[in-house]
C-alpha cells in the first residue's frame, strides 16, 4: 500500500534505548498497528536543540500534536476501532498523555 504524499511527514524518528527495551516497548511489540501509531506520534514530537551545560541537546517540548483519523487511514490503520484500541493502549503503557 502506497502512503499518500500528503501525510509523509520527513521528521525522523528516534527511538531512545530506554524506550526500545521498555516493558512498556515489549506489551506492543506484538501488534504492528500499534507500533505503526506510536512511531507516528514519535514523529510528530516538536523538539528544539539547546544548551545545557556547555553542550548542545535535543529535548523534546511537551507541545500537543493532532493525529487525526483520516491520517491514521491513510497510514494503513483503516478500522476506526483498531485506531482507537491503539490509541487507547499508548494510553494505558504510559507513552500517551491525552
Same mark, same amino acid.
Given at each position: 500500500?502506497?502512503?499518500?504524499?500528503?501525510?509523509? #511527514?520527513?521528521?525522523?524518528? @528516534?527511538? &531512545?534505548?530506554? +524506550? /526500545?527495551?521498555?516493558?512498556? /516497548?515489549? !506489551? #506492543? !511489540?506484538?501488534?504492528? !498497528? *500499534? #507500533? %505503526?501509531? $506510536?512511531?507516528?506520534? $514519535?514523529?510528530?514530537?516538536? @523538539? &528544539?536543540? *539547546?544548551?545545557?551545560?556547555?553542550?548542545? %541537546?535535543?529535548?523534546?517540548?511537551?507541545?500537543?500534536?493532532? /493525529?487525526?483519523?483520516?491520517?491514521?487511514? =491513510? +497510514? =494503513?490503520?483503516?478500522?476506526? *476501532?483498531?485506531? @482507537?484500541?491503539?490509541? $487507547?493502549? +499508548? %494510553? &494505558? %503503557?504510559? /507513552? $500517551?498523555?491525552?
Amino acid at each position: 500500500m502506497e502512503i499518500p504524499s500528503t501525510y509523509k #511527514i520527513k521528521n525522523k524518528i @528516534w527511538i &531512545e534505548p530506554d +524506550l /526500545f527495551y521498555s516493558e512498556a /516497548f515489549r !506489551s #506492543i !511489540s506484538k501488534s504492528g !498497528s *500499534t #507500533i %505503526v501509531t $506510536l512511531m507516528r506520534c $514519535l514523529q510528530k514530537r516538536k @523538539w &528544539e536543540n *539547546t544548551k545545557v551545560g556547555g553542550k548542545k %541537546v535535543t529535548i523534546y517540548t511537551e507541545d500537543g500534536f493532532v /493525529f487525526p483519523y483520516a491520517e491514521a487511514a =491513510g +497510514l =494503513g490503520i483503516c478500522k476506526k *476501532t483498531q485506531y @482507537w484500541k491503539n490509541i $487507547l493502549k +499508548l %494510553v &494505558e %503503557v504510559g /507513552f $500517551l498523555d491525552m
